[in-house]
């Protein structure tokens, strides 16, 4: 997305990056994480979430293991994965399977029960769960699914998750518009973030450069305030960037 229209200077926005090796840390054997913000056992009062950005936890589980059935209320939880497959299952009644390129999504809403399993016993599975809060309480829970192709975000931002739903995105109930991309070589992408807004970018993997401060896979960088963003310097890099409430 390219705006062409006036934008304000980029002095006018605050980046705050926020080191891989800085988030909270759980190893169960079976599973090891790294908690962006506050969860489980990690408790920091200074990294309690972003805006409505809850919890970003980079998930790697064992194969043939899981999360059992467990209950949510009043999250937008989805699941980005990004090595091996997801196998998810919920009070809904819904069952899927989730490979690299997919994310799954669930509104809790008034309360749901899931599991999520690593269906393979050999390989390991990476993903991103990201807990956003949503804007009404007790709503309707829904489940969806996305697959995204490699082209869908080879050096531009593919939204797959807004409250609209454009796009073909999946629709949440909270306010945010989530993006995925991939970037490399001399690719760049641009966009822009509007006053009253906040955005986070989480790097899933690789290098890469916005507005030239410099990150690497794990890190995760805090924007405020307004103005053009540019997405640089790629070193096959993959991540999330979330346009938020502020």
Same mark, same amino acid.
């Given at each position: 997305m390219t705006h062409h229209q006036h934008i304000t200077p980029q002095d006018a926005l605050q980046l705050t990056r926020r080191p891989a090796d800085a988030r909270g840390a759980a190893d169960f054997g079976w599973l090891k994480s790294a908690h962006s913000f506050s969860f489980g056992n990690y408790h920091d009062p200074a990294h309690m979430? *972003?805006?409505?950005? +809850?919890?970003?936890? %980079?998930?790697l589980v064992d194969g043939g293991k899981g999360f059992g059935q467990h209950p949510h209320r009043n999250a937008e939880i989805f699941s980005y994965v990004l090595e091996? @497959?997801?196998?998810? +299952? %919920? !009070?809904?009644? #819904?069952? $899927?399977?989730? @490979?690299a390129g997919g994310v799954q999504y669930m509104s809790a809403g008034s309360g749901v029960t899931h !599991?999520? *399993? #690593?269906? $393979?016993?050999?390989e390991a599975m990476r993903f991103?769960?990201?807990?956003?809060?949503?804007?009404k309480q007790d709503t309707a829970p829904a489940y969806d699914a996305i697959d995204l192709t490699p082209e869908d975000k080879d050096g531009k931002l593919k939204l797959f998750l807004s409250q609209d739903g454009r796009d073909g995105s999946m629709t949440t109930q909270a306010d945010a518009s989530v993006y995925a991309a991939t970037l490399t070589g001399a690719q760049s992408i641009e966009t822009a973030l509007a006053a009253g807004r906040k955005g986070w970018v989480q790097v899933a993997d690789g @290098?890469? !450069?916005v507005n030239g401060v410099r990150l690497s896979k794990g890190d995760g960088l805090a924007i405020e305030g307004s103005g053009t963003l540019t997405f640089s310097d790629g070193k096959d890099a993959e991540f999330l960037f979330f346009d938020l409430a502020a």
């Open positions: 979430g *972003f805006g409505n950005l +809850r919890v970003i936890n %980079d998930d091996g @497959a997801l196998e998810h +299952r %919920d !009070s809904m009644g #819904n069952g $899927s399977v989730v @490979a !599991s999520e *399993f #690593n269906p $393979s016993q050999t991103l769960q990201v807990w956003l809060l949503p804007e @290098a890469l !450069s």
